[in-house]
């Protein structure tokens, strides 16, 4: 077994075909973030986390190579830690930030100022989309330069987009 799809489903009628997923899409509503035991050969990671979670959890986290978030504004601490713990092996980023109402600026800025620093120059491919997505232009422009595919939102400016493109010299078709 290669590929896993599931949501709100216990863990424990998994835990035996664990060890062979390699790609797992996943919704955690309601049980718990998986661990790099549970799945010690995943390669990509494809999650909905709505639920609030303890930013030790982030700490076993699996060391996947490709990370597809979407994830609740108040965890961005949480989603912090994550990224910390996968930094060595983490090649392409897609995060969406969920908010029922507007993101706090600062929790916005927080974000914007670890992405800006975390692995400059060092990932494949990066989307980013807050409700605040102005503020992520940062941390699009640390990455440009080994980007080989790339997201722009509909909240940079044309000339933003421009200058962030014109960065990106290994983009591919």
């Not at 973030?33 to 799945?39: D, K, R, V």
Request: glycine content about 2%; proline content about 3%; hydrophobic content about 40%.
């Amino acid at each position: 077994m290669n590929t896993l799809i599931f949501t709100n489903a216990p863990w424990i009628h998994f835990l035996k075909i664990s060890e062979h997923v390699q790609h797992l899409h996943h919704s955690c509503v309601k049980y718990n973030i998986i661990t790099e035991s549970q799945f010690p050969n995943l390669k990509s990671y494809r999650f909905r986390n709505f639920r609030h979670c303890n930013v030790n959890e982030a700490n076993e986290f699996p060391m996947v190579e490709k990370l597809d978030i979407e994830i609740a504004h108040f965890n961005i601490p949480y989603l912090n830690g994550l990224l910390k713990r996968i930094e060595h092996t983490l090649r392409g980023l897609s995060i969406f930030v969920l908010s029922h109402d507007e993101i706090n600026e600062n929790m916005a800025l927080e974000l914007n100022q670890f992405l800006s620093k975390y692995k400059p120059n060092q990932l494949d491919s990066l989307q980013i989309q807050t409700v605040t997505d102005d503020l992520i232009l940062d941390a699009m422009m640390g990455q440009a330069e080994s980007l080989t595919t790339l997201t722009i939102t509909t909240h940079q400016t044309t000339q933003e987009a421009f200058l962030l493109i014109e960065k990106c010299v290994n983009l591919v078709d």
